[in-house]
């Protein structure tokens, strides 16, 4: 008999594949309770990865885009209620422990993308191209993944033991999240200026490789080219100093701003930048009271710029009237690599460190998503592109504008700046370097001049190469000088002459009175000119450093002005003459939300 109840109790408690699966999904919750659950969850995550992330990004970086905000909020409010619907019914056809797994799955992600976001990212750069050195953060990311598995790990600990709260915590939890994230945005829409260059036209390549007949003043601007790294450039490739025949190379020459924005601007405008003031106010204060390139165009002479539109100008409202290669055209958007771009971005802010790598962009490449309303790319909308620059300059050639009385013509190159896609030989690569890339737009820059010579204009061409800045590292306070490259082909040098070196003391204000003089302009209320500055002169530049935080996790937090009194080689002549905080940052535009 008691042998007979054991067999019926060991019968009892075997249980087949299909009692489980019936535990699994059994449910006595009424299904519009699960309804609220599941919408309120999937919601938080589409609204937080898919149309606050992507909105909160565009609103605090509009310079870098080609589009605008109309042509990308209903794209990504479409995607994130799908997202939401997606997820909603996967979620309804589910029940019991089941459901409860799966809703906890998509809770977790949310919570840990939210706390990524705003609490535990860490200097991961502007996206400015400059690679950032990953396979030095395994330390970090592996702390950051422990991070997320204690963040992750609470919704489940809470659903084992006490299931209603887990469900309170999973729905006021995710409501809060999207009312937070809701104030933040109404907050970015009042105050934020989010108006880019999309609507305003474009640079066009039309003419790029066009010159005047006469009294060209051509400058190449090679991005980041210090005067460290020119150096490097000379030792490493001795045949391209030799090659400067009837070049000058200025070696006391210091720059203004510590980055491209706002030296270009500044280099084109002369107008100052104290952060004082929103971005595009900047833009627009720059570009209505310089005179330069107004000084130039009243002269009759024509003015082209080749550079980055949301570095540089903003949009071409700016320099309307002062430029001649602004383009007819109505740009057009291409939607599908607009949304791709814009979620690799969200992604790389709430993504855990170890996957960032998979998301990283570099905002240089943001203007290719917009072509012209023809339908041609990139033959017409200008993009800082070297290899194509030189591959087009060889297949092209520069040609001759008949009847023009002269050309200032301004070409901004990527120099020494990363992504370093230029070999030294000017060939497109993905394993090139700073110093092999300069290189390459050497090789580049001796093609054009080949170009003019037997055009037989080159000696009545003035040939200008320099920098915005050099090197950028992100630091509470300089340690060493920052210089930049200066060299100088005047018309009428000896084209035979052996590249020489004077110490004159320059900077950025002295090129555009140079420019002037060279044709023929009255500079009288400018700096004085470059040929006006003698070695041994005693002349006081300013340089204006932007400082980031103790952490580095904001690059732009402190604008620093150094007083340079003597040679700019000598870190003992520079001293601090100013310190100010920036209130309206350019690269990390994002750091007062």
């Known amino acids: 008999m008691v042998g007979n109840q054991t067999e019926n109790i060991r019968t009892k408690k075997k249980k087949t594949v299909g009692d489980v699966f019936r535990e699994l999904i059994q449910d006595k919750r009424p299904w519009y309770k699960r309804l609220i659950t599941a919408v309120l969850a999937a919601f938080a995550f589409s609204y937080t990865l898919f149309i606050f992330g992507v909105y909160e990004i ?61 609490f535990l990212n860490h200097s991961l750069g502007a996206l400015d191209g400059t690679a950032l050195k990953w396979e030095q953060m395994a330390g970090p990311m592996l702390k950051n993944l422990l991070i997320w598995a204690l963040i992750f790990a609470v919704p489940f600990i809470i659903l084992v033991f006490n299931k209603k709260f887990w469900r309170k915590t999973v729905c006021f939890v995710s409501a809060l999240l999207i009312l937070m994230q809701t104030a933040g945005l109404v907050n970015l829409f009042i105050t934020e200026d989010f108006q880019n260059s999309s609507a305003k036209g474009y640079l066009s390549n039309s003419t790029i490789y066009e010159v005047s007949p006469e009294n060209n003043v051509i400058v190449f601007l090679f991005d980041r080219m210090g005067y460290g790294t020119l150096k490097t450039v000379f030792n490493t490739y001795p045949d391209i100093k030799e090659k400067l025949t009837g070049f000058t190379c200025y070696d006391n020459t210091a720059g203004s701003y510590s980055r491209t924005f706002p030296s270009v601007t500044y280099l084109l405008t002369g107008v100052e ?18 005179n330069f390139l107004r000084d130039i165009k009243a002269a009759g002479f024509e003015s082209k710029l080749y550079t980055e539109v949301s570095y540089v100008i903003k949009n071409t409202d700016n320099v309307e009237g002062l430029i001649d290669n602004i383009g007819q055209l109505t740009p057009k958007t291409d939607k599908k690599g607009m949304m791709k771009t814009m979620l690799s971005l969200s992604m790389y802010r709430y993504m855990p460190t170890a996957m960032k790598p998979f998301f990283w962009c570099y905002t240089g490449d943001l203007g290719r998503i917009t072509s012209t309303g023809d339908g041609t790319f990139a033959s017409d909308i200008h993009m800082t592109d070297d290899p194509l620059f030189f591959q087009n300059l060889k297949d092209k050639g520069v040609t001759v504008k008949d009847g023009s009385k002269g050309s200032f013509i301004f070409y901004h190159m990527r120099g020494a700046h990363d992504p370093y896609i230029m070999e030294a030989d000017g060939s497109r690569s993905n394993n090139s370097n700073a110093v092999k890339q300069a290189a390459g737009n050497f090789r580049m820059l001796f093609c054009y001049i080949d170009q003019l010579k037997k055009l037989g204009i080159y000696d009545d061409t003035t040939i200008i190469i320099t920098a915005d800045h050099g090197i950028t590292d992100a630091m509470t306070e300089l340690d060493s000088v920052r210089m930049i490259s200066l060299l100088v082909k005047p018309r009428g040098a000896d084209s035979n002459a052996p590249m020489k070196y004077d110490a004159s003391p320059l900077n950025q204000d002295n090129i555009r009175s140079y420019v002037l003089e060279c044709l023929g302009i009255d500079h009288s209320g400018y700096a004085p000119s470059i040929s006006e500055i003698k070695e041994g002169d005693e002349v006081v530049r300013y ?41 309206y940052p350019f690269y990390d535009a994002g750091r007062n939300k």
């Open 58 to 118: 565009y609103i605090t970086n509009a310079t870098f885009y080609s589009f605008s905000f109309d042509e990308l909020w209903l794209p990504a409010l479409l995607l994130g209620l799908a997202v939401t619907a997606v997820i909603t019914v996967f979620l309804m056809l589910l029940r019991g422990k089941i459901f409860n797994f799966f809703t906890t799955l998509v809770f977790a992600v949310t919570l840990c993308a939210y706390i990524q976001c705003n």
């Open 273 to 290: 930048c104290n952060y004082d003031t929103p971005v595009g106010e900047y833009f627009r204060k720059a570009w209505r009271e310089g």
């Open 543 to 583: 340089f204006h450093f932007n400082a980031c935080d103790p952490s580095k996790k904001h690059r732009d937090v402190e604008l620093i002005t150094y007083k340079i009194d003597g040679d700019v080689s000598e870190f003992e002549n520079w001293s601090i003459a100013d310190r100010k905080p920036i209130e």
